[in-house]
């Protein structure tokens, strides 16, 4: 390969004129292909001194080299993986400490144990609370709620009948609030779980004629369960098919099991299908206005 021959290659001049050779010559180095350029910078020691300074400058000027004494970054250490008692600890600080991505989902746990709490500290039965204390506190009462009080169909969402009941829907929320929470935002979550407990008691109303004293967070719960349903089905989550449909199969396990379970027992189903329908064909589909799509596309074939 033929060297290209530079301009300038007599020596530079010294005196007065130098200051005008030096601006000449960086004029006429600004013209130059950075190809030449680097054939000069790394071949420096062939010619005279300042005609490797000029090419060197250039491609410093044109952000080609890195100015002198600004070394290059050295790259950031990698981040150490986090332990099981760091995991732990996020996924405890996420139960109750509201953030920016999850802030209804806490706040609707922290309020329901506080209410619990209130309730153990007035005398009421951590394991057994009486039908009448139920009351007192808010519960869904076929008597009561309508059309005199129907606040009850807000509060008797607050309040539960024992300590296991509190920490198996506190735990359902948990897990679909992470599911949902940070996809939807906080509002959307909030509006569909309050509306399907409202549709949850409306439905455990009509449903027992005879009367009914229902308490729980299991309608409002049932209908998260359909909001992601509607979510799923409606391709507004960022999964492919695959994942959408192991998702999907889950959610409905969940679903029919929990059902199933309601069978037998002092459970209020009634509640839980009208959650569900609620979360399902009304609350869910409504707060997906405004709401952008994000499914990503693979292994469709």
Same mark, same amino acid.
């Given at each position: 390969?033929?060297?290209?021959?530079?301009?300038?290659?007599?020596?530079?001049?010294?005196?007065?004129?130098?200051?005008?050779?030096?601006?000449?010559?960086?004029?006429?180095?600004?013209?130059?292909?950075?190809?030449?350029?680097?054939?000069?910078?790394?071949?420096?020691?062939?010619?005279?001194?300042?005609?490797?300074?000029?090419?060197?400058?250039?491609?410093?000027?044109?952000?080609?080299?890195?100015?002198?004494?600004?070394?290059?970054?050295?790259?950031?250490?990698?981040?150490?993986?986090?332990?099981? #008692?760091?995991?732990?600890?996020?996924?405890?600080?996420?139960?109750? %400490?509201?953030?920016?991505?999850?802030?209804?989902?806490?706040?609707?746990?922290?309020?329901?144990?506080? %209410?619990?709490?209130?309730?153990?500290?007035?005398?009421?039965?951590?394991?057994?609370?009486?039908?009448?204390?139920?009351?007192?506190?808010?519960?869904?009462?076929?008597?009561?709620?309508?059309?005199?009080?129907?606040?009850?169909?807000?509060?008797?969402?607050? #309040?539960?009948?024992?300590?296991?009941?509190?920490?198996?829907? /506190?735990?359902?929320?948990?897990?679909?609030?992470?599911?949902?929470?940070?996809?939807?935002?906080?509002?959307?979550?909030?509006?569909?779980?309050?509306?399907?407990?409202?549709?949850?008691?409306?439905?455990?109303?009509?449903?027992?004629?005879?009367? /009914?004293?229902?308490?729980?967070?299991?309608?409002? /719960?049932?209908?998260?369960?359909?909001?992601?349903?509607?979510?799923? /089905?409606?391709?507004?989550? #960022?999964?492919?098919?695959?994942?959408?449909?192991?998702?999907?199969?889950?959610?409905?396990?969940?679903?029919?099991?929990?059902?199933?379970?309601?069978?037998?027992?002092?459970?209020?189903?009634?509640?839980?299908?009208?959650?569900?329908?609620?979360?399902?064909?009304?609350?869910?589909?409504?707060?997906?206005?405004?709401?952008?799509?994000?499914?990503?596309?693979?292994?469709?074939?």
């Amino acid at each position: 390969m033929q060297a290209p021959t530079p301009a300038g290659h007599g020596p530079a001049g010294s005196g007065p004129d130098s200051n005008s050779t030096a601006a000449l010559a960086a004029r006429l180095f600004a013209q130059k292909p950075e190809a030449e350029l680097l054939y000069l910078a790394q071949n420096a020691a062939r010619y005279p001194p300042a005609v490797g300074a000029a090419a060197v400058a250039e491609l410093q000027r044109r952000g080609l080299l890195p100015e002198l004494g600004r070394p290059a970054p050295s790259p950031s250490p990698a981040a150490e993986p986090e332990t099981w #008692v760091e995991l732990v600890g996020q996924l405890l600080r996420g139960l109750f %400490i509201p953030s920016r991505r999850f802030l209804s989902t806490p706040l609707l746990i922290d309020l329901n144990l506080l %209410i619990f709490g209130l309730m153990v500290l007035s005398g009421v039965s951590a394991s057994d609370p009486t039908g009448h204390q139920l009351v007192r506190w808010g519960s869904n009462v076929s008597s009561l709620t309508l059309p005199d009080q129907p606040w009850r169909l807000l509060t008797c969402l607050f #309040v539960h009948a024992g300590l296991a009941h509190l920490l198996l829907n /506190i735990f359902s929320l948990w897990l679909l609030g992470l599911l949902v929470e940070d996809r939807v935002g906080p509002l959307r979550l909030l509006l569909v779980y309050l509306a399907s407990g409202v549709g949850g008691g409306l439905a455990s109303l009509a449903w027992h004629t005879e009367g /009914i004293n229902s308490v729980g967070a299991s309608g409002a /719960i049932f209908g998260l369960y359909g909001f992601l349903l509607t979510l799923l /089905i409606g391709k507004r989550l #960022v999964l492919d098919k695959s994942d959408r449909r192991a998702m999907l199969g889950l959610v409905l396990y969940l679903v029919f099991s929990n059902l199933l379970s309601g069978l037998t027992g002092n459970i209020d189903n009634a509640a839980h299908i009208g959650g569900l329908a609620t979360g399902l064909l009304l609350a869910g589909p409504l707060a997906l206005f405004g709401l952008k799509g994000g499914e990503v596309v693979r292994n469709e074939q």
